[in-house]
């Protein structure tokens, strides 16, 4: 999940998209790769430490760290030292490939990886876009989300140079509100400028504030509320996108 500006949705749809695939009875990883943690926390997940997020990985080469168990998903979590791999990955050679090499020794225990990257263009955010086969690109409908699109264009081509076959698989529109004129034209801009766009992500506050307070995924904490519903569309979006296939499950 990807894209450099915050508040646009990524860590939000990293825990809930998610949980869905994992209902769906894909084995699931979830990494989080932001300081500030907000996906650990938002599984609920406290008193974490440097040793169990990937700041071995980046800094050291080191394995994958063993995985937390969490709501059915694996969690590699964050802790906010692992801020401190930002100025130790500068100037080494081979650090911004670790977590993929990292990743691939571990490929056969899982069917998928997301990965909640920064809301930077630093080097965690770097780790994560070269361990990945794809993107998934939340986009606000606000002018914000507008104003980021040409810095997501130049982090993509830089991306590209060193990963010829990293591609985005989706765009996102995120907070969307119908009743708001200033979200229609938006999402129309996004529609004739971004391609493949999933259906807009409709801004409902109250589920999304209180799963988080709760440490709950929204299929846990809300099951067949209109947010999950949201939610268990945008997972097919995305499974359908990254070319995911059910393993049956629940879902």
Do not use: C
Not at 4 to 32: C, M, N
Not at 117 to 133: E, F, H, K, N, R
Not at 212 to 227: K, N, R
């Amino acid at each position: 999940m990807f894209n450099h500006a915050g508040g646009a949705g990524k860590t939000s749809i990293t825990r809930d998209v998610g949980y869905e695939l994992a209902r769906q009875g894909l084995r699931t990883l979830l990494i989080d790769l932001d300081p500030q943690a907000n996906l650990t926390g938002w599984l609920g997940v406290t008193g974490t430490t440097r040793e169990q997020t990937v700041y071995g990985v980046a800094v050291e080469g080191q394995a994958l760290p063993t995985p937390l168990r969490v709501h059915g998903l694996s969690l590699v979590p964050s802790h906010v030292s692992l801020a401190l791999a930002e100025g130790q990955m500068m100037g080494r050679v081979g650090a911004h490939t670790r977590l993929r090499r990292a990743l691939e020794d571990v490929q056969e225990q899982y069917d998928v990886v997301l990965i909640d990257s920064p809301p930077s263009l630093g080097q965690l955010s770097i780790l994560g876009a070269m361990a990945a086969d794809r993107m998934v690109v939340p986009v606000p409908t606000r002018q914000k989300g507008l104003d980021a699109l040409p810095g997501l264009g130049e982090a993509f081509a830089e991306y590209r140079d060193v990963r010829p076959g990293l591609t985005v698989a989706l765009y996102v529109p995120t907070l969307y509100d119908a009743r708001r004129l200033h979200d229609r034209e938006v999402l129309t801009e996004l529609q004739a400028h971004l391609s493949p766009l999933a259906a807009p992500v409709p801004q409902r506050e109250a589920v999304w504030l209180d799963s988080t307070t709760a440490g709950q995924p929204v299929g846990v904490y809300a099951p067949g509320s209109p947010v999950h519903r949201d939610v268990q569309r945008l997972a097919a979006d995305v499974a359908q996108a990254a070319g995911l296939r059910p393993a049956g499950g629940n879902g």
